[in-house]
């Protein structure tokens, strides 16, 4: 399996707020401020405080990310490398919810696999883009946190998150959002996810950002503990892995 290679660019600083959220306007609506409420003289960090109240696990990516994720050679390196290697052997069913979508690489591959696809996505501009981006086809695109998903319990035939975890700040947090993919997963349905291998380049590559790759070694004892059985996790270039949701029949391919 190729891995691609990440470069880092020579930019160390968080990007401004202004760049990770699209312009002052975007921010206002992370914040939940709609275009007819006045902005009377508030600095712009009192709208990111009010974004981070309504969405408080949201980071900002770091420039690294915000050139390399919507690239086309990430995208090819998702869809190419990722995705079938992880999805080999595993029937989707016909609802799949995948967290985390970012620029929606995985998305795109996704959809043309199941009938319905669901994606929660924690940034506000990064859904924004992807519901214009997916408007009329077979997706739907939610700003909502993963940690506390709404849909009701036994929603979906398969949850997937590619590439995605090791954004999140804690282990707790990791954990919290594969309890809430077992919660609304169908008796039967199936966890497929992958994440990037730590190294010394990754980590520079997130410099300024959030950076907590998962450990491989931990990951069967963790999905065993919220439920899974049937777990396969895979370390070839990438970490991979599935599960299922016990009960039930196995989702039909």
Request: hydrophobic residues 45%.
């Amino acid at each position: 399996m190729s891995e691609l290679a990440l470069t880092p660019q020579p930019v160390t600083q968080m990007a401004p707020l202004g760049i990770a959220y699209g312009g002052f306007a975007l921010l206002r609506q992370a914040a939940g401020i709609s275009g007819a409420q006045s902005a009377g003289n508030e600095p712009c960090w009192c709208y990111l405080f009010r974004a981070l109240r309504r969405f408080p696990n949201l980071v900002p990516m770091n420039l690294n990310h915000q050139n390399l994720c919507p690239s086309p050679e990430w995208a090819a390196h998702l869809q190419t490398d990722i995705l079938p290697a992880v999805t080999a052997g595993v029937s989707l069913g016909s609802d799949m919810l995948e967290i985390g979508p970012g620029p929606g690489a995985a998305t795109d591959w996704l959809r043309g696999r199941v009938d319905r696809l669901t994606a929660v996505e924690i940034d506000p501009d990064a859904a924004r883009r992807l519901a214009e981006r997916f408007a009329g086809a077979n997706v739907e695109i939610r700003t909502g946190d993963a940690t506390a998903l709404t849909d009701a319990d036994a929603s979906f035939d398969s949850v997937g998150s590619f590439t995605m975890l090791h954004h999140v700040a804690t282990m707790a947090g990791q954990n919290q959002i594969l309890a809430q993919a077992f919660r609304v997963l169908r008796p039967g349905g199936v966890l497929v996810c992958s994440d990037s291998l730590a190294s010394n380049d990754l980590h520079l590559f997130h410099a300024e950002d959030t950076y907590n790759p998962v450990e491989p070694s931990s990951v069967l004892s963790r999905l065993q503990m919220l439920g899974f059985e049937k777990i396969t996790v895979t370390v070839d270039g990438a970490l991979m892995f599935a599960a299922r949701k016990p009960g039930g029949t196995p989702v039909p391919g």
